[in-house]
């Protein structure tokens, strides 16, 4: 869908939603949160989604390498 927002979880400050072809950068402990109340649906991450996560509430979750 066009308007499901994409969550894209990385290290150095490159964190951040996409929504709609445009990219805002986001902090980490937001994109938990809007994980935990279901806003987000779609995890794209590396590593760093690995440890300290409770990703139960995701729809998907894609881990790249």
């Not at 951040?16 to 935990?36: D, H, Q, Y």
């Amino acid at each position: 869908m066009a308007d499901e927002a994409i969550a894209i979880y990385a290290g150095g400050g490159n964190s951040g939603v996409m929504l709609a072809g445009v990219f805002k950068n986001t902090p980490r402990e937001m994109l938990k949160a809007k994980i935990s109340n279901g806003e987000i649906r779609l995890l794209l991450s590396a590593d760093a989604a690995s440890e300290g996560l409770n990703l139960q509430r995701l729809g998907t979750l894609i881990n790249l390498d």
